[in-house]
């Protein structure tokens, strides 16, 4: 494709953007369906596997967007945002986040939107979809797939905050991911596959949380996070 057909395709739009997520082969395929900057404007201009690298990155490359993960460690998406509060408040060059999540809980939603960004995708979302995505948070407004925007508004419907819940405020955000699909009935397999974990993984994570919570079986867990509406 030439220069001049490239800027037909994309209007003559251009972002600038940082991947932020802890597989390695997921930034890949991402990089691969958005990056060929003369067909989708998108320029790639740094990736990240953790907190405080995404937070290096963005600080050096100041993106236009930036696509971050809402589980990563060393803190998770939340910590990425609230770390970069100066350059999201920037009047003359405002870095915009969007999630881009394998999570469709509301939990998560919620808390990355309330730490500033603009919007909240899953990865199922096709590459011309989230090149559309990113250049919509990049104008400022808020993109979130279909589902999840009731999540937000209701969240945001009501003036009172929402109640603290301290066994829960014990779990990692991976935890709680993993919580929610074995209260939904996913074998272990399953939860590896969907999260792009081994299964030694997920056996170590739902101990903790059984230990955390000091639950005894899976059986008692599904009763728990069904009684808090987290399935």
Partial sequence: MSAEQGEETTGGRRARVVLVDDHRMFRAGVQAEIGETASTGVEVVGE??????????????????????????????????????????????????????????????????????????TKTITGRDLVDAIFQVADDDAVFSPRLAGFVLDAFASTDAAPVDEDLDRLTQREREVLRLIARGYAYKEIAKQLFISVKTVESHVSAVLRKLQLSNRHELTRWATARRLV
Avoid: K, N, W
Avoid at 95 to 102: D, G, I, K, Q, T
């Fill in 48 to 121: 990240a596997g953790d907190v405080d690298q995404a937070v290096s990155v963005i600080s050096a490359t100041r993106p236009d967007v930036v696509l971050l993960d809402v589980h990563l460690p060393g803190g998770g998406g939340v910590e990425v945002l609230r770390r970069s509060s100066a350059l999201m408040a920037d009047p003359e060059q405002p870095v915009r986040f969007l999630a881009l999540s394998v999570s469709d809980a509301a939990e998560d939603v919620i808390g990355v939107i309330r730490g500033g960004a603009r919007g909240y995708v």
